[in-house]
């Protein structure tokens, strides 16, 4: 079965969110058993223990981590004071490079190779020729080396650098030294409305355009900071203060006691409490309270589930014992956009995945058409990773079975995705397939699929 994706790469905006996608089930069964796995990115889930706290989720097995892992800044209680960061530009000695290098796969002699071709099974309506392969670090459980979207690619390479690639020929456009210090992988997210490559290591964060048109920016981050993008842009969080990345500089902003900042959306924060409401802040401004409406008289919240992408995903009690309904809402207004209802056993954890090109989302189960503005419930379908009308997943009951389906079709079911093949980490121009191969013996290598005959 082929599966339709689109024709061509969106424009970068406000709603696109960018990011990569590690799980251990991103690589092939013969891989390394060293994971990479989405912090968020994490940042994509909001833990909650119980009905009363928030919690960052725990351990869990190597091929479902990533459908569970909290928010970065979860069980933070934020409160109000200035975080003053110093901005430097191509700052940590990063030996930064514009390069005009072609992919990996190319040869210096005048004949024309094959096109590569992927040593394990691929996903079904994809070939195993790819269009461009490029080598990366081995990925760890949380620092990705590789992230991607339709219209951008970003790996770290195993000699230390981070490379932004073309993502249609693997081209390096770009390749800059990694700050000094641990990394946390690397991540794509919108800085002051450019989609950029970014990388936290030590206490710096360095990032740059993706399309590779200006050297890198490198700025002092707080001691314990951490970077969450369960927004379309990163957020900083350093003990009880949140900040965004503004003009080159790390802006604080004022909070509301007792609210744990979930998400920035350019420079504005999502903030809430578990049963609401939620705050919109910015720097420079108080925080407005947004007080949802209810989809119906006497409901109450269960949980506020997920924030980023001017979007807020609230899942209240009833309309009986084991049925909730889940709301997704405008962020700023409060209008809700989509109600459906659910089987509560489904949505007590849950992750929260956005679509790199903003066409389709999920909160677990709950699957959204965006652009029609339409949901329905998958049961047992835990999302990762999607793009154009696809979702990508694992099972809930079996983490080892990979799933593919349709957002736009209810009554398609998903489709395994075959024994041993892994999750894919983005589709770059929605025309390729991003599968990361690794052997005992080989450096990991990112294929770039393309689509099998029809």
């Known amino acids: 079965m082929h599966w339709d994706t689109?024709?061509?790469?969106?424009?970068?905006?406000?709603?696109?969110?960018?990011?990569?996608?590690?799980?251990?089930a991103y690589t092939t069964p013969r891989g390394a058993t060293e994971t990479a796995e989405h912090d968020d990115g994490g940042t994509r889930v909001i833990g909650f223990r119980g009905d009363q706290a928030w919690e960052?989720?725990?351990?869990?097995?190597?091929?479902?981590?990533?459908?569970?892992?909290?928010?970065?800044?979860?069980?933070?209680?934020v409160i109000a004071f200035v975080v003053v960061a110093l901005v430097h530009r191509g700052g940590?000695?990063?030996?930064?490079?514009?390069?005009?290098?072609?992919?990996?796969?190319?040869?210096?002699?005048?004949?024309?190779?094959?096109?590569?071709?992927?040593?394990a099974q691929a996903p079904p309506g994809w070939s195993k020729n790819a269009a461009w392969i490029a080598t990366v670090a081995v990925p760890t459980a949380k620092a990705p080396t590789v992230a991607a979207s339709t219209t951008a690619v970003a790996v770290i390479t195993t000699d230390g650098k981070v490379a932004l690639l073309d993502p249609a020929t693997g081209h390096v456009r770009r390749a800059f030294d990694l700050p000094a210090g641990e990394h946390r992988g690397v991540r794509l997210a919108l800085v002051d409305r450019v989609e950029?490559?970014?990388?936290?290591?030590?206490?710096?964060?360095?990032?740059?355009?993706a399309d590779g048109s200006a050297a890198p920016t490198v700025l002092d981050l707080p001691d314990n900071a951490q970077v969450s993008?369960?927004?379309?842009?990163?957020?900083?969080v350093a003990g009880a203060a949140a900040s965004v990345v503004e003009d080159a500089k790390l802006v604080p902003v004022d909070l509301p006691p007792n609210a744990t900042a979930m998400a920035a959306d350019g420079a504005t924060v999502i903030a809430a409490v578990p049963v609401g409401p939620w705050w919109s802040a910015a720097p420079g401004r108080e925080p407005v309270a947004v007080t949802p409406v209810p989809?119906?008289?006497?409901?109450?919240?269960?949980?506020?589930?997920?924030?980023?992408?001017?979007?807020?995903?609230?899942?209240?009690?009833?309309?009986?014992?084991?049925?909730?309904?889940?709301?997704?809402?405008?962020?700023?207004?409060?209008?809700?956009?989509?109600?459906?209802?659910a089987p509560l056993d489904q949505v007590r954890k849950t992750a929260w995945v956005w679509g790199t090109d903003g066409r389709v989302a999920a909160l677990g189960p709950v699957v959204y058409d965006l652009q029609a503005?339409?949901?329905?419930?998958?049961?047992?379908?835990?999302?990762?990773?999607?793009?154009?009308?696809?979702?990508?997943?694992?099972?809930?009951?079996?983490?080892?079975?990979?799933?593919?389906?349709?957002?736009?079709?209810?009554?398609?079911?998903?489709?395994?995705?075959?024994?041993?093949?892994?999750?894919?980490?983005?589709?770059?121009?929605?025309?390729?397939?991003?599968?990361?191969?690794?052997?005992?013996?080989?450096?990991?290598?990112?294929?770039?699929?393309?689509?099998?005959?029809?």
């Open 295 to 341: 989809p119906r008289a006497g409901a109450t919240i269960f949980r506020i589930a997920a924030a980023g992408h001017n979007r807020v995903a609230v899942i209240w009690n009833g309309p009986d014992a084991a049925t909730v309904t889940v709301v997704l809402y405008d962020a700023t207004s409060g209008q809700s956009l989509v109600t459906t209802d």
């Open 229 to 236: 993008y369960a927004g379309d842009a990163p957020l900083v």
């Open 196 to 209: 950029s490559v970014l990388v936290q290591a030590g206490n710096q964060l360095a990032y740059a355009p």
């Open 6 to 24: 689109p024709s061509a790469p969106p424009t970068p905006s406000a709603d696109l969110e960018p990011d990569p996608f590690p799980a251990a």
């Open 92 to 119: 940590s000695g990063a030996d930064d490079e514009r390069s005009p290098e072609p992919s990996a796969n190319a040869t210096t002699s005048g004949a024309k190779p094959g096109p590569p071709v992927l040593p």
């Open 373 to 454: 503005n339409k949901a329905s419930v998958r049961p047992g379908f835990g999302p990762v990773v999607g793009w154009g009308k696809l979702l990508y997943g694992q099972s809930i009951s079996d983490p080892q079975t990979t799933l593919v389906l349709d957002a736009t079709d209810p009554a398609k079911p998903p489709t395994p995705l075959g024994a041993g093949v892994p999750l894919p980490w983005g589709g770059p121009t929605g025309q390729l397939l991003l599968i990361l191969d690794s052997t005992p013996t080989t450096t990991p290598t990112l294929y770039a699929l393309t689509p099998a005959p029809r």
């Open 56 to 77: 960052e989720a725990g351990d869990r097995p190597a091929l479902f981590r990533r459908l569970v892992i909290a928010g970065v800044v979860v069980g933070i209680l």
